[in-house]
């Protein structure tokens, strides 16, 4: 999905942050922006470069505050895998595997581990996939 963000070409206030799949009809007179990764729509802000053009740039305050809410909402989602994959770990269980699905198993549980100190952009992680 595509994020724009709307602001006013006097104030360089931002008014509005939107998502769409195309550049909407602009009947405001506010300048419309797609923000484009690694920005988030929501911890940017507008300002005069040096030639005294706007400019859309990350806010910093915002992006540590923004980042350290999304690590922490990933970190819950890591725990809720990890105990889904606890059954993997039984002994009965493991027992009825093969070495190979054993292995992966546990290279899975490794990488859930690892994965908020491997993520490099929590607002859109890529996770690890479970074996079957």
Request: aromatic share 12%.
């Amino acid at each position: 999905m595509t994020y724009y963000i709307a602001y006013d070409p006097l104030t360089l206030q931002i008014k509005n942050w939107y998502e769409y799949t195309h550049v909407l009809d602009q009947d405001d007179e506010w300048v419309h922006v797609e923000i484009v990764p690694p920005l988030h729509y929501q911890c940017v802000k507008v300002v005069k470069d040096e030639n005294g053009n706007p400019k859309v740039i990350r806010d910093d305050e915002k992006w540590d505050e923004k980042f350290t809410h999304e690590m922490k909402i990933l970190r819950n989602n890591r725990n809720q895998l990890l105990l889904k994959s606890d059954i993997s770990q039984l002994d009965d269980i493991k027992t009825e595997m093969s070495d190979e699905k054993r292995t992966e198993w546990v290279v899975y549980r490794r990488q859930l581990r690892d994965f908020p100190s491997t993520v490099t952009d929590p607002f859109n992680p890529v996770w690890p996939v479970a074996p079957e």
